[in-house]
């Protein structure tokens, strides 16, 4: 048996960041690719990548990007 705290310890020393910015990092990650990729909205690429909002994914999105879901999706046209 792991407690949280030891598990969290132990990831950060790993990875060099916490259990809950690695989730968020993958699941952008897994955005942008459903952006690009599949013809999705935002609102559906929010959705199936984990996030609860498309509010707050655009927002994560763009502080992390530098643009929002959209200008990426227009940047990345072929």
């Given at each position: 048996?792991?407690?949280?705290?030891?598990?969290?310890?132990?990831?950060?020393?790993?990875?060099?960041?916490?259990?809950?910015?690695?989730?968020?990092?993958?699941?952008?990650?897994?955005?942008?690719?459903?952006?690009?990729?599949?013809?999705?909205?935002?609102?559906?690429a929010a959705?199936?990548?984990?996030?609860?909002?498309?509010?707050?994914?655009?927002?994560?999105?763009?502080?992390?990007?530098?643009?929002?879901?959209?200008?990426?999706?227009?940047?990345?046209?072929?």
């Open positions: 048996p792991v407690t949280a705290n030891h598990l969290e310890k132990l990831f950060r020393k790993e990875l060099g960041m916490s259990i809950n910015k690695y989730l968020l990092h993958r699941r952008l990650a897994q955005a942008s690719l459903l952006l690009t990729s599949s013809g999705m909205t935002v609102r559906e959705f199936a990548s984990g996030f609860n909002s498309p509010n707050y994914f655009t927002r994560i999105f763009r502080k992390t990007h530098g643009i929002t879901p959209t200008a990426y999706i227009a940047a990345h046209l072929p």
